[in-house]
């Protein structure tokens, strides 16, 4: 669309059973972020909606886990997104969540608004039920092998393997996620959005009027889809967590999520309109107001064909004009995993790097996963940071306010006659707001940034190439014209920079004072011939980026090597071979306790330990000492074999053997009788 009135601007809502990572902030926040923070510069009227998506299947699932209510599981991590998103500076217009009572307002409108224009198909159909549950399965509380690539991970609704959107019926050996029992099927009513009915449109709005404008990756699966067959798709659940159905018959069913998520930003909208006093129909409604939605590629389906046949169903409402999705974000070579902690949580990002919020969004935005996956390293981070980040933009900076203010005492000097060096570079200044432009509004933001580097990599070469500090001294005409070009750049980057760097930005307007006059915008820089005036007063320097240190990241990368230890699994010794009753019976397992220890003498592993078995007290050496301190060991019950045939280990004669296993980091632990210490000495282990 072009030359709108004004821009809705959409970010997934995150879901609330878990922190924010970096693959979420790579593939769907900072980029929203980015877009939004530019066109605000250029003036323009945006919203900028979000929220927490809190209802759904994982939230019951981890609120049965952790034994609290799914209130109780929303609220905790509500509060965790919204102050990380806070404190990064994701700069939302609005952030509300789906529990809100505008929400669910909102959102049974637009059911009852579709229900009453005849817009869904009422179905008894059978569904899986748990029987020892006693409960219906909705579609992630559902895993099985996926029909169509073999995934024996597939969810009720959908492959994350292959992408392929399924019913929880379609899957192979499907089980229940409550119980691990195989489901039965049971009949139940649901309301169903007829999706092949809305096949001719979504070819004509998709295939054809976004063929050329949309990212490849989201034509693409969209087409897939649509090439498929489209088919009914229920709205409803039989959940007791949601939004209830709001017509005769839906008592004990909700809003399937995916009906409702999507509608979390059209209630935002409602509530940032009326704390702002404005009208929030235009922003919607209005067919001169452009749509986009931010989201990962696990979320196009759901946003370009089930939300757009629903928008146009309810039939007063705009289409998105793009959906810019993102690809995946991988962390050091291997898919993120929030189950096995391998991720870079961001509240715990900004706590263990204070200050460098902007350093994360570079290098998040250099390794935009945009149309494929990318990988995000600390080894990257750290030289990103080190050999950009400070030793261009920043090194650039520094030298300019310091310079200015050693030969100025901060006041911006007089330019003399221009050389055809300064004409070139004001020439180049101009051309850099709408090269940014064209990427930005191409959804290439990694390319834009690169374009806005560039920039801070001209005023470096200008410095370098010009030498001011030595034309000091010889030529004070020449060096006061040279400081003053390298403050134009600066006082233009300082703008241009914002949408990638905005704490940095805000810091260097800071440092020139663009409080002290009427600074540029975006489409000024094209336009002015001078953006900071001669004989301004400028603020002293302060170093915009420091140096990442090798410590640093050894941290992060041992945290994470840590995860990897503690999750992977540990490699099972085969089965020895079968043993009968006989066999085993000849062995007498005693409950004992130890009651003296002590390290051998000039061994590293034997620990010897007297131990009370109830029929005797008897020492026993055992390989522990790297394990436990002898004072560790008095008074722990422990399993003991006390038939063994003695043997003299290091000098000392061993008359018995205390049964250990190892734990997933290859300590050595005991194995327990009952911990109470209600079992007495020689009780025999059957």
Request: aromatic share 10%; charged share 25%; glycine share 6%.
């Amino acid at each position: 669309m072009k030359n709108p009135k004004r821009y809705t601007v959409t970010a997934a809502l995150p879901y609330t059973n878990g922190p924010i990572h970096i693959g979420h902030l790579a593939g769907v926040y900072v980029p929203a972020d980015i877009y939004v923070r530019y066109l605000k510069l250029k003036g323009e009227d945006v919203a900028f909606l979000c929220g927490s998506d809190e209802h759904g299947v994982p939230i019951t699932i981890k609120a049965k886990k952790e034994g609290i209510s799914p209130q109780d599981v929303v609220d905790k991590y509500n509060a965790i997104i919204k102050q990380s998103f806070q404190d990064f500076g994701i700069q939302f217009d609005n952030y509300s969540r789906t529990s809100a009572k505008i929400h669910h307002d909102t959102a049974t409108e637009f059911f009852k608004s579709m229900y009453d224009k005849g817009k869904f198909i009422e179905e008894t159909t059978e569904q899986l039920y748990d029987a020892k549950a006693n409960q219906f399965l909705a579609d992630r509380f559902v895993t099985g092998t996926c029909p169509k690539c073999g995934n024996e991970e597939a969810y009720g609704d959908q492959c994350e393997k292959c992408g392929s959107s399924l019913n929880a019926t379609d899957l192979i050996n499907p089980k229940s996620a409550i119980t691990g029992d195989v489901p039965t099927l049971k009949s139940t009513k649901h309301w169903f959005l007829p999706l092949d009915q809305y096949d001719s449109f979504l070819k004509e709005w998709i295939l054809k009027d976004h063929k050329k404008d949309w990212k490849a990756n989201v034509y693409g699966q969209c087409k897939s889809w649509i090439d498929e067959g489209l088919r009914a798709r229920a709205v409803t659940r039989d959940l007791d967590w949601g939004i209830p159905v709001p017509v005769k018959g839906g008592e004990g069913k909700v809003l399937y999520v995916w009906f409702d998520a999507p509608i979390g930003y059209i209630s935002s909208t409602k509530e940032w309109a009326e704390r702002e006093g404005k009208d929030w129909e235009p922003y919607w409604k209005d067919k001169d107001t452009k749509l986009v939605h931010f989201i990962g590629k696990d979320n196009i389906v759901f946003h370009c064909i089930i939300f757009p046949a629903m928008l146009k169903a309810e039939g007063s409402y705009i289409l998105p004009d793009n959906v810019p999705a993102n690809e995946f974000l991988n962390l050091e070579g291997r898919k993120l995993s929030t189950s096995k902690n391998w991720a870079v949580w961001l509240h715990d990002y900004l706590e263990d790097f204070p200050g460098k919020e902007d350093v994360l969004r570079y290098v998040l935005t250099a390794n935009a996963p945009e149309t494929k996956d990318n990988d995000f390293t600390w080894k990257d981070f750290q030289t990103r940071n080190n050999s950009e980040l400070v030793a261009i933009y920043g090194n650039f900076i520094n030298r300019v306010v310091v310079l200015t203010h050693k030969y100025y005492e901060g006041v911006v000097p007089k330019a003399s006659e221009f050389s055809e060096t300064d004409l070139k570079v004001f020439e180049d200044i101009k051309t850099f707001p709408s090269q940014i432009s064209a990427s930005i509004e191409k959804y290439r933001f990694r390319e834009a940034q690169g374009i806005m580097m560039n920039l801070a990599r001209l005023g470096n070469k200008y410095l370098a190439d010009e030498e001011p500090w030595k034309l000091q001294k010889t030529n004070l005409e020449r060096t006061s014209t040279i400081m003053y070009v390298a403050l134009q750049v600066s006082s233009a980057l300082a703008v241009l920079s914002e949408p990638f760097l905005p704490f940095t930005a805000l810091k260097l307007k800071t440092m020139l004072n663009f409080e002290g006059f009427s600074h540029p915008f975006w489409n000024d820089i094209s336009k002015l011939d001078e953006l900071l005036p001669f004989n301004h007063n400028i603020n002293s320097a302060e170093f915009l980026f420091s140096k990442i240190e090798e410590e640093e990241i050894q941290k992060q990368v041992d945290k994470l090597e840590a995860s990897k230890i503690e999750n992977e699994e540990k490699e099972v010794e085969p089965q020895k071979e079968v043993a009968t009753f006989e066999d085993f019976s000849k062995l007498d397992l005693r409950v004992g306790t130890i009651i003296t220890a002590e390290k051998k003498a000039k061994t590293k592993k034997l620990m010897v330990l007297t131990v009370d078995t109830g029929l005797d007290q008897r020492t026993i050496v055992s390989g522990i000492a790297e394990h436990y301190k002898p004072e560790e060991l008095i008074g722990r019950k422990v399993s003991v074999v006390v038939n063994l045939k003695p043997i003299t280990l290091k000098g000392t004669l061993s008359e018995g053997m205390i049964l250990m296993t190892e734990d997933s980091s290859g300590k050595l632990t005991f194995v327990n009788p009952d911990p109470s210490g209600e079992v007495e000495n020689g009780s025999t282990i059957n």
